[in-house]
């Protein structure tokens, strides 16, 4: 039995891990490592069921191609010439756009496994392109690419120095922060009490980072950026007023918000209206803060006004860039200080919308992943290619997704396990999975600090698993798809980390370095000068952007010809500390639905009950856990469950004009005893 050194792939805090693993195959024990210079010792339930997940039941380890209705095992050749094949006739017959890729979680962990996705994607011209962005958060993308003209722009909490941080809509003592990756979160939360600042929260969750704050705002879902909105107008009447970077469109901006008061704010989301002057009171004490969205927030049809909303709050008191806000991660893969005059600036946040919602933009040439089933069933779709996703538990609309994959030609996935997409694949493709590769941290700007981590394979691959990049470039090839001059023909060690190595090709380090030191920290500078050049070049912050504000404008006048209405009962997401979206659900996580006790009376539901939720789309039985923590009227049900599929509630016309983000959160149910 050995001891290996390796980092968490669950999640983006990429904690370092030590694992107990018996003749290179058998994952026996995983525990945090106390040495790891970044994490320090911590780890979570998740990371420590890393050898549960590797040694999953219903492992996939051969290719499996269907023939006569049935997925059989076949060779790896058969697999991919049929696919090559297949791909190639659905290519002349309809055209390299029919021919669609989701670009999952999964094998987006896969550093190399993803550069080959990438060059799949521009060997067919730019088909559509599906990604989490469009089931996850949107709006940080958006905001940033609006705002600054530079989807680059990732800011995060200055946690050493800070005074105030303003948590909306996520809960970092469980997920660890989506943007930060937040290892000991309560620790981080204890020092800013302890040094005379404070956390403030906006959930309608008293959540268990609520725990730790000041102030707790139980906002009505997807109604929290009224009350941010507020404080912006506020902060253009009376400051703290002080800008960091140039900025454009002020006048406009306080025109946009001359007449939102605060008993109109108060109620729109649904909160006394003195909690929202508390907050404002203690943005003027500290001057400057942080403010971290969730997909809480992110999910919800409110999402964009509310980031959007945030950062303005958080440029107009010039937290952004500077020491105690906010620091906008350089990259260690791409440095973008070393970049900065030569960063695309954008035109436009905003990118072409598909074949069958045209009205809806997208981010990052995106299509919106509720548009999926509607394109295979207009004849638009005829071949998709899944890359380590999990469609049913993050696509909405779980009906809409049976009815339309059977009609296509090709539904091509790679897996290790499977799932409730197996029964409509075509194939299905065994790739290594984390723990059975070299690796390292591509998406670096999702870390706390700027820094980069390596970790060899802890075990050899089950049964024939392959290299994802291998894999792809195989099936490029036998459709006669140009595959880069770089990718090698033949799958290998060296040839795996030939492929990883070509990725550093402009990173902080060498590929020699960070294998041989396996973490290696930059340092960074607070507040950057790249920062600032950044905004000489884009002529500074555009605090309004055109389609935020019409955005806006139409909320509002929503939201005020509701006042004085009831809000009707809604749900919103919620993650689970031993769960990890579709994943994990062996650690005994239920799908719970937690309602406030004078809810629960008003429909007759009692602790422990199963209750049905229901709406239009569909429905769910979930458990009832009486929770006076919740707001009442809303219930909190936890996502990625697969006999309690929050998908069912959700609906593939409602999505988000700007971005396409289909609505998971602040989605309208009923519920009674099931
Ligand atoms: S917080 Fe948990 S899931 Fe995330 S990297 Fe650390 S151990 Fe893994």
């Known amino acids: 039995m050995e001891h290996k050194r390796t980092y968490c792939k669950v999640c983006m805090t990429s904690c370092g891990l030590i694992a107990e693993v018996a003749n290179d195959e058998k994952i026996l024990k995983v525990k945090a490592d106390p040495d790891h210079p970044i994490t320090q010792g911590y780890s979570c339930p998740k990371g420590r069921a890393t050898g549960q997940i590797h040694h999953l039941d219903h492992a996939i380890t051969r290719p499996m191609m269907r023939k006569d209705g049935e997925l059989v095992e076949v060779s790896w050749d058969e697999a991919l010439d049929d696919i090559g094949t297949r791909l190639r006739t659905v290519i002349d017959e309809h055209g390299p756009d029919s021919v669609g890729m989701y670009f999952g979680s999964g094998l987006g962990l896969d550093s190399a496994g993803y550069s080959m996705e990438e060059a799949f994607y521009k060997a067919l011209g730019t088909p559509p392109k599906f990604t989490p962005l469009t089931n996850d958060t949107t709006a940080k993308v958006m905001i940033a690419g609006a705002m600054a003209k530079f989807y680059g722009i990732n800011p995060k909490t200055d946690y050493d120095n800070c005074q105030m941080v303003l948590y909306v809509g996520t809960n970092p003592m469980v997920s660890h922060a989506h943007n930060t990756g937040m290892f000991k979160p309560g620790n981080w939360l204890k020092a800013i009490n302890k040094r005379g600042g404070e956390v403030w929260v ?16 139980a906002a009505y879902p997807g109604r929290d950026y009224a009350v941010l909105a507020w404080i912006v107008r506020e902060i253009l009447a009376d400051g703290p007023l002080d800008p960091q970077q140039p900025v454009q469109n002020l006048d406009r901006l306080r025109a946009l918000l001359a007449d939102y008061g605060r008993a109109k704010a108060a109620e729109i989301a649904g ?30 049809p409110g999402g964009n006004l509310t980031v ?106 790679t897996e290790i396990t499977h799932n409730e997409l197996s029964p409509y694949c075509t194939h299905i493709l065994p790739t290594k999975s984390t723990v059975e590769r070299n690796e390292f941290t591509r998406w670096d700007t999702l870390n706390w600090s700027v820094n980069l981590q390596y970790a060899p394979a802890l075990v050899k691959p089950m049964g024939e698993r392959r290299s994802a990049w291998w894999v792809i470039s195989q099936f490029m090839r036998r459709a006669d798809l140009p595959v880069p001059n770089h990718v090698p023909q033949e799958h290998s060690d060296e040839n795996d980390e030939l492929m990883q190595a070509s990725l550093l090709a402009t990173a902080r380090c060498s590929w020699e370095e960070l294998k041989e030191k396996r973490v290696v920290e930059f340092p960074m500078d607070l507040p950057a000068a790249w920062v600032d ?33 009831p809000k009707p009962l809604v749900y919103t997401s919620r993650r689970q500390r031993r769960k990890f979206n579709g994943q994990i659900g062996f650690l005994g996580e239920i799908a719970d639905c937690l309602i406030h006790p ?77």
Not at 202 to 217: C, L, M, Q, S, Y
Not at 273 to 278: A, G, R
Not at 650 to 670: E, N, Q
């Open 202 to 217: 906006i959930d309608p969750v008293r959540t268990e980072t609520a725990n730790f704050a000041k102030g707790h705002i």
């Open 271 to 300: 909160v006394p209206e003195e909690q929202l002057q508390e907050l404002l009171d203690a943005i003027r004490r500290h001057k400057i803060l942080a403010i971290e969205t969730g997909t809480g927030t992110g999910m919800s």
């Open 308 to 413: 959007w909303f945030a950062w303005l709050i958080m440029i107009l008191t010039g937290s952004m860039n500077v020491e105690g806000g906010l620091w906008i991660h350089p990259g260690a893969l791409f440095p973008f200080d070393q970049f900065v005059d030569h960063l695309p600036l954008l035109e436009s946040a905003f990118t072409p919308g598909s074949h069958v919602r045209p009205d809806v933009k997208g981010i990052l040439n995106d299509w919106p992943c509720a548009v999926l089933p509607q394109e295979i069933e207009q004849g638009y779709m005829h071949a998709l290619f899944n890359f380590g996703g999990h469609l049913f538990r993050s696509f909405p609309d779980v009906h809409a997704l049976e009815a339309a994959l059977p009609k296509l030609d090709l539904l091509v996935s």
């Open 533 to 565: 050049r950044l905004f000489e070049r884009n002529g500074g912050w555009e605090l309004v952007p055109d389609e935020l504000e019409a955005q806006w404008l139409q909320f509002r006048a929503e939201d005020e010809a509701s006042l004085g209405k």
């Open 598 to 674: 004078d809810t629960a009376a008003d429909h007759r539901i009692s602790d422990g009950q199963k209750v049905r939720v229901w709406n239009k789309s569909g429905e769910i039985v979930v458990t009832a856990k009486i929770a006076p923590s919740m707001r009442p009227g809303v219930c909190s049900i936890p996502h990625g469950h697969r006999d309690a599929n929050v998908n069912n509630l959700t609906c593939t016309h409602d999505m988000d004009p700007l971005g396409g983000m289909a609505h998971y959160s602040a989605v309208p149910i009923s519920i009674e005893p099931a």
